[in-house]
């Protein structure tokens, strides 16, 4: 089918061009599920040396594997499925990509040329269902044109701000006879992301970090998909600046740096909200202003001015001015910054600012109440999974309240090593991301901490894991009820519980769905076992392990800020609010 230089020799299929053109793209695995209009494609797929396709249990499963392999390693992550409903499940995870800059690429078959536009059957327009929430997509009806579209896909995936790519392809080009060729050049017209900012933009912001007295670093995940954490401890290490790390950038700069004020937003630390609320100059680098970092948007951070960094120009002013606009990869922008402040010197007053978050830090330090009847404390199994697994390992979270303890219990040294669905907030995420995840780095401990609201709704995926030697570890975090929605029940409708209660009494029994699916089950409910059930979970190399740690269920997620509400209203426990005012005013006359 190919010579030694891997073009096509004669003519091929549009399905053996398809696969050829994986193969060209660097592609190693592939998360999917065949179905009728994909079905030509399976066929060459089988005899490729160079991929491994993983048969998952859940069209939105590929999507999310193909996330996490994305988030562990850098590369594009590769998902497959068939036109119809194949296709449309993974308009979640192609929505959830979107939102947090993931490059993937979804293949998907479609009804044939002819066939298009009459309601055939499995025939959905994923094209314009998708258009909203891809980088860009294709419709192929050509089999000449597989070649250059695969290309094309991977190169705008990965490229500029990162994004997921849909190609949809018809059975029947992918059944047409055709001639391979790999483009040697694409010609995008239009697209031409900007990576290098400009010089005057750059002079400007390090004018503004020369003249701040109250400047904070606001790291988001532009930092890591660009890869730019080295460049960022430089840039912290050179000016002393404190630094924020959003939900997307945890482990872009290390928790146990001094500067490291913890995560911003709805659910930040008090240093970390403060640093934002009360500071002079924001650095946003990566970031994008969310409405859960700023809260009410009117009264966030009224004093500060704004560099804004990012790689798509969209963003920058979008929700916040930006005094200096800068457009720019995040690694070619901190190395500017270096470079220039190294030239010019970045000896800014800062010493009275540091010392009041230092101090905002050690009074209100991240927490939790010890449940007084001896039930097990999530915050603590986190707590001790991290000390246990430590920061080498990868771990991959649902949505809700043990997303929050996760991004909060575990100490992050290392950038690739927290995934989460952050923008779009997708529960289900957190098993097929942490399989995703091991496939793309197989020496890794990958933990998946999981709720057991989300765990119900993909951990078929276990078996996915099972019969592919995937061996990842489940942390359920069980508390019976749908978490985050019933803390808000409790704190803002009088304890009104509609719809949150899983009445679960052990409904499914996780211990033996972990058996049932070829896995090591495991249980705790005791703060005495939870060292010795972990370590034996970490034990565990050869199959997947599932712990179904069942935790005090009135447990909270704090600090919070109440949606909608300003950030000066933050409370670090219920009905408790940090004395800004006091500390702010004792350190406006020390300054």
């Excluded at 660097?26 to 599920?33: K, S, Y």
């Excluded at 590369?75 to 194949?86: I, L």
């Excluded at 001790?384 to 929050?404: D, F, K, N, T």
């Excluded at 705790?524 to 050869?542: F, H, R, Y």
């Amino acid at each position: 089918m190919t010579d030694k230089g891997g073009q096509a020799t004669g003519t091929v299929t549009g399905a053996q061009s398809l696969v050829t053109s994986l193969e060209a793209a660097g592609v190693t695995d592939i998360f999917g599920i065949p179905g009728g209009a994909i079905l030509p494609a399976y066929d060459p797929l089988m005899d490729s040396t160079r991929i491994r396709h993983i048969l998952v249990r859940h069209e939105q499963a590929a999507g999310h594997a193909a996330q996490g392999y994305a988030a562990a390693t850098g590369r594009v992550g590769v998902c497959m499925a068939t036109s119809g409903p194949g296709a449309t499940n993974l308009v979640t995870p192609i929505a959830d990509a979107h939102m947090d800059s993931v490059p993937m690429v979804a293949v998907t078959g479609q009804v044939g040329a002819s066939m298009i536009g009459t309601d055939a059957f499995q025939e959905a327009d994923i094209r314009g269902i998708t258009m909203p929430i891809t980088k860009h997509n294709f419709l192929v009806t050509d089999p000449a044109d597989i070649p250059r579209t695969i290309a094309e896909a991977f190169h705008i995936a990965s490229t500029g701000r990162p994004g997921p790519v849909l190609v949809d392809i018809a059975k029947s080009a992918l059944q047409a006879q055709t001639t391979y060729a790999w483009p040697s050049q694409l010609h995008l017209p239009g697209y031409r992301p900007v990576t290098t900012p400009h010089s005057k933009q750059i002079k400007e912001a390090v004018r503004l970090i020369r003249e701040a007295r109250r400047p904070v670093l606001y790291v988001g995940g532009g930092v890591i998909r660009s890869r730019a954490s080295r460049e960022l401890a430089q840039l912290a290490a050179l000016t002393g600046i404190p630094v924020v790390t959003t939900l997307m950038a945890r482990g872009a700069f290390p928790d146990s740096n001094p500067q490291h004020l913890g995560m911003p937003g709805m659910h930040g630390t008090v240093a970390a909200v403060a640093g934002l609320q009360k500071s002079d100059l924001i650095i946003s680098l990566g970031a994008r202003f969310d409405d859960r970092v700023t809260g009410n948007l009117d009264s966030f951070a009224p004093g500060a001015l704004v560099i804004h960094a990012d790689i798509d120009p969209a963003e920058i002013g979008k929700n916040r001015h930006a005094d200096v606009p800068i457009v720019g990869d995040a690694k070619e922008v901190i190395s500017q910054l270096l470079a220039l402040l190294q030239a010019e010197g970045a000896d800014g007053d800062y010493e009275a600012w540091v010392a009041f978050l230092a101090g905002l830090k050690k009074t209100y330090p991240l927490g939790y109440d010890t449940p007084s009847d001896g039930s097990l404390a999530p915050q603590y199994v986190i707590e001790r999974l991290s000390a246990i697994a430590g920061p080498e390992a990868v771990y991959c979270s649902g949505v809700g309240q043990h997303q929050m303890w996760a991004a909060h219990f575990v100490d992050y040294e290392h950038p690739n090593t927290w995934i989460n669905s952050g923008g779009l907030g997708t529960m289900g995420y957190s098993v097929p991301a942490a399989m995703g995840a091991k496939v793309g780095r197989p020496d890794a401990t990958v933990w998946s901490i999981d709720g057991d609201g989300c765990f119900q709704m993909t951990n078929q995926e276990l078996a996915t894991c099972a019969i592919n030697d995937i061996p990842i570890k489940v942390a359920v975090i069980n508390n019976e009820s749908l978490g985050m929605v019933r803390q808000w029940q409790t704190l803002f409708y009088n304890e009104r519980y509609s719809n949150t209660d899983l009445h679960s009494k052990r409904i499914p029994d996780f211990v033996k769905l972990a058996d049932a699916y070829g896995c090591v089950g495991l249980a705790c409910d005791s703060p005495d076992d939870v060292d010795a059930t972990i370590e034996k979970a970490m034990g565990i190399d050869d199959r997947p392990v599932v712990v179904d740690f069942r935790v005090h269920r009135d447990a909270m997620v704090w600090p919070m800020v109440a949606a909608g509400s300003s950030n000066d209203e933050i409370q670090y426990a219920r009905d408790l609010a940090p004395r800004f005012d006091e500390v702010q005013d004792d350190w406006e006359v020390q300054a």
